[in-house]
């Protein structure tokens, strides 16, 4: 058999063999030649896209990227990433060995164990008998990675794109804020999500550097809006954009943007620490007024129904809901909630929101909201943003591109 | 410690089992760029022999300056032309690597030691002669394999000897309980030990006793060996009572040189040596634990990374056969790797593992990452 330049012939034996959409990229690096070696019901694992979705699988190459208006999956890993190397061609030698595990991921494969017994399987396999359980994996990229001398990609900067400005209050942590780029992995199965995120990293060997890591958990009766843990729903407003022209109007960035980002959106991320001890000494007659609505049925004060237009006049004036009503915007959100590590010192457990939205402009609709919350917001009392980032998802792949594609072969 | 040594055998019983022919498919790249090649190094082996003159004469000055300057020039020459030695002439290859990297690393420390350079620039001469006058081998990869390994046999045996006498040194100073000498003379010890560990870790209860922190042992008063007296000398400050362990230090050492004299080992083995040697890097030297009273983990993560590359060099025969891009990308990643650590040399010596921040650590484990993915695939090719 004659082998491809560049490519052992193992290795094209291997690729021939391979199944799923996207594969037909170049030859990779190392090791990430994959192969379909499960198939999750009956879906062609050539055409994961005409999949039934009850299958659990969430079509990776779209119009839009996945994992922006899917429904809320019940895991998250949100993470962060430097680029460590200087060479262009080895950064889309990652991204391509990103996308085809994406690609045969989501359609619920695993890479090739091994060829041989004598080095590290392909695949950390903890997946093998598991379903696809929506799993989603959207790229965002962040500042610095335009910034990056090392690409020339300045002029590429999309128009709103940059590190979420001071705010007050702000108590961030630099070593868990910012990253060149990021991947938000969801799925209904813990294991299904940290095995996506897993094997990024140890694809990126070499050519990209984990800079954070967020886990965080998000759980709802299906069409009914998931609660934080101070117990009240988050993301009741997201109905209010709930379809394709809503989608245009306040996630998808437009033709005033570079050709890559339309159809993309802004991710904003802050990693939101709730004294949940305080909270919980707080009576409900206080956390009701704090958010301006009521607890159980999630409706604002004066209605009856969660989803009921309200007068945000009747609200208190720094309760929250108010507060995101008064700057006239909607942003699409996303949040999971995290818990963490017991502060010796105090007993407390570290706990919180993984705030997460999208918008097609976070200048005009994202930061007012955010600075007028932290100026003035009564939950103030309860929490301390300590992390940060924001990040430019393109739009949607089609098969046989790569994540990043139009942006470094713009 | 154990626990390393049941995975070191336990991989090499997999590794002897599963027997796996592969010169039958793949072309021989070596001879067939021997003809085209020869030119090449015929003209930059005689340019690095002009310039090692020359770094001759400005050692013979202790001019540190030329020596910075000559080391960068030397190694340019050598990166020149060096992918076409690997592929013609690995065994001569792997000689000329072993005196020119020191020379280029000298380059980059603040204080420079003439006498190990005069030694460097004389065995260079040496290998670059030999180079000169090499013919390309007619043997298979296999016999060129085998070939390299006794090459690696006889690595072991010298570090072993080296250790044997270093550590003789050191008892010696423990037992005049002269704690500065003691301490000097330990780090010296120390590199030899940590060149070879998975070989020494073959030796089920010498390596315990000689290399244990005392986390490792199950009874903390049974703890022998080099960090029983590096606690001694660090934390205590004292040697008294310390005579004893170092005899029986020395006596563990001479067994282990004992039992390396009549080491055999098989390509598959060394390759899996390489990887544990990447490991115990990437685990115990990393997070500054080995070290935990000394702090000289560089020390110990420096000499893993030679003992590695001390591998690697031997089977690129094996390499430019089945895998040459791999080659390439070991060569630069060992590269990346060397200069890295050379950074980190202040005074002739490794700073403290306690002077780096975390954004150097998390470097220096990035590009270990980087190094052992790929020493990972290299058993693929045996």
């Known amino acids: 058999m004659e082998s491809r330049p560049g490519m052992s012939r193992k290795e094209f034996l291997k690729l021939s063999a391979a199944a799923g959409a996207g594969l037909a990229l170049g030859a990779s690096g190392l090791g990430a030649i994959v192969e379909m070696t499960k198939l999750s019901g009956s879906a062609a694992p050539s055409s994961p896209s005409s999949a039934d979705p009850k299958d659990g699988i969430v079509p990776f190459y779209d119009k839009h990227q996945a994992g922006i208006v899917t429904p809320q999956q019940t895991y998250l890993y949100l993470a962060a990433f430097r680029v460590t190397t200087q060479s262009k061609s080895d950064l889309i030698l990652m991204l391509k060995d990103w996308t085809k595990f994406c690609d045969l991921s989501a359609a619920g494969g695993t890479m090739k164990l091994s060829d041989s017994a004598l080095v590290p399987p392909t695949d950390t396999g903890e997946t093998l008998d598991l379903p696809p359980a929506r799993l989603t994996v959207t790229f965002g990229f962040g500042p610095s990675f335009f910034g990056n001398g090392a690409f020339g990609l300045s002029k590429l900067t999309p128009r709103h794109l940059q590190d979420i400005p001071r705010m007050p209050r702000d108590n961030l942590d630099s070593s868990i804020s910012g990253g060149d780029i990021c991947a938000q992995v969801c799925a209904d199965d813990q294991q299904v999500a940290f095995h996506a995120v897993r094997n990024l990293i140890r694809l990126s060997t070499g050519k990209a550097s984990l800079k954070w890591m967020q886990e965080g958990f998000a759980s709802g009766t299906p069409g009914k809006t998931p609660r934080n843990l101070f117990g009240f729903k988050d993301g009741t407003a997201n109905q209010l954009h709930d379809s394709p022209a809503g989608y245009d109007q306040v996630v998808w960035a437009g033709s005033d943007e570079p050709e890559w980002m339309q159809g993309g959106s802004y991710l904003a991320y802050r990693k939101i620490q709730m004294k949940i001890e305080s909270w919980d000494r707080t009576s409900l007659a206080d956390q009701e007024a704090t958010f301006g609505r009521k607890k159980v049925s999630g409706a604002a004060f004066g209605v009856s129904g969660e989803f009921d237009t309200f007068d945000a006049a009747k609200l208190p004036t720094d309760s929250h809901v108010r507060l995101a009503k008064q700057t006239g915007q909607l942003i699409h959100r996303r949040a999971y909630s995290y818990t963490d590590k017991v502060d010796p010192r105090t007993g407390n457990v570290d706990a919180g929101l993984l705030f997460i939205s999208y918008q097609r402009n976070p200048d005009q609709q994202f930061l007012p909201m955010l600075r007028l919350m932290q100026s003035s917001d009564a939950l103030n009392s309860y929490v301390a943003h300590v992390g940060s980032a924001m990040f430019a998802c393109p739009a949607g792949l089609s098969a046989g591109r790569y994540i990043g594609q139009s942006i470094l072969e713009a | ?382």
């Open chain 2, 1 to 382: 410690m154990f626990k390393s040594t049941v995975a070191l055998l336990a991989l090499s019983s997999v590794l002897a089992l599963s027997a796996c022919g592969n010169s039958s498919n793949g072309t021989n790249n070596g001879t067939n760029n021997a003809a085209s090649g020869s030119g090449v190094i015929q003209d930059g082996t005689s340019k690095m022999l002009e310039q090692i003159k020359q770094l001759q004469d400005v050692i013979a000055k202790q001019d540190a300056d030329g020596v910075k300057e000559l080391g960068k020039t030397i190694n340019d020459t050598w990166l020149s032309y060096e992918n076409t030695v690997r592929q013609t002439f690995p065994l001569e290859y792997t000689d000329v690597e072993k005196y020119e990297m020191p020379i280029f690393s000298a380059s980059a420390y603040d204080k420079i030691d003439f006498a190990a350079l005069a030694q460097n620039a004389q065995g260079l001469i040496d290998a670059l002669t030999t180079l000169q006058n090499a013919k390309p081998s007619t043997a298979s990869s296999s016999e060129l394999l085998l070939e390299a390994v006794k090459k690696y046999e006889q690595y072991v045996v010298d570090q072993t000897d080296k250790l044997t006498a270093q550590t003789q040194v050191f008892v010696d100073a423990v037992k005049a309980g002269d704690i500065d000498a003691a301490k000097a003379e330990y780090v010296k010890a120390r590199v030899f030990y940590e060149s070879i560990e998975p070989i020494a870790e073959s030796f089920g209860d010498l390596d315990p006793k000689i290399d244990a922190r005392l986390a490792d042992v199950d009874d903390p008063s049974a703890w022998t060996g080099f960090h029983e007296i590096e606690k001694a000398l660090w934390v205590d400050n004292s040697l008294a009572g310390q005579a004893a362990f170092a005899d029986q230090l020395i006596a563990d050492v001479k067994a282990l040189q004992a039992e390396v004299g009549k080491l055999t080992l098989e390509p598959k083995t060394v390759v899996a040596g390489a990887m544990e040697l990447l490991n115990e890097a990437a685990t115990s030297k990393i997070t500054g634990e080995e070290e935990l009273y000394s702090h000289i983990d560089l020390v110990d993560l420096a000499a893993n990374v030679d003992g590695s590359k001390t591998v690697y060099l031997s089977i690129i025969p094996a390499l430019n056969e089945n895998n040459n891009e791999l080659a390439d990308k070991l060569d630069s990643a060992f590269q990346s790797m060397e200069q890295l650590l050379a950074g980190y040399v202040k005074e002739g010596q490794y700073v403290l593992y306690t002077e780096l921040t975390t954004e150097q650590i998390r470097e220096i484990s990035d590009q270990l990452g980087t190094l052992s993915d790929l020493m990972s695939q290299t058993a693929a090719i045996l």
